[in-house]
């Protein structure tokens, strides 16, 4: 696999609207387009114009699957499971399924999408549920690896870039559900990360 490790962005470049609550951009629009593109072909160049079933993690997966999806010229399918961890903290804790499969995967070679591989602890939960579904085969596709906080032994087959252990957020992911739809991807302040983690551990 490709490893794109990032190079930190001068905190100049954090558009002032997002100055307070982010410390410095990770990965830009033009890094994340370029990067996405290619990781499309890698998928398209494996998959072998293969009939694909592709399921996608809701919420965080929105802005990179979209623009993934649109250089990826197999015949495929989308389906979306929905995941979520209790109550608004940072990191995944107890996971609930929001929403439910609706395609049949069987037989089938499925491309699973995520935002992040950061513990691992999703991917964990979430690929018995798949592979009990009887598919061909299951590859993950992450947009970003996380891999200093890696708890599970699971690794995604394609990986846009290899982040540090800091919390990021921005192109679909989130921190307490926000800053989404920041266009490139920043690192959150730690201040606002430690107040939140205080909260949590208060209740
Ligand atoms: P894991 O279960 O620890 O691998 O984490 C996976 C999920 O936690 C991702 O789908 C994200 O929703 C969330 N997550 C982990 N690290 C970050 C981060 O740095 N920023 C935003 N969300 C994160
Ligand atoms: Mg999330």
New binding site residues.
Partial sequence: MLDFPVKAKPKSSVPPRWRKEVARVLITEAQLALRVRTLAREIERDFLGRETVVIS?LN?TVMFLADLLRHVTLPLRLDFLGVSSYGEGA??GELIFTKELRLDVRGRDVLLV??????????ARVLPKIRALKPRRIKICVLLD?PA?RVETIEADYAGFTVPDE???GYG???AERYRNLPFVGVLHPHLYKQACKRINRK
């Fill in positions: 993690l965080g990191r995944s995520d935002d992040i591989l950061d513990t691992g602890g999703t991917m996380k906080r919390f990021v957020v992911l989130d921190f």
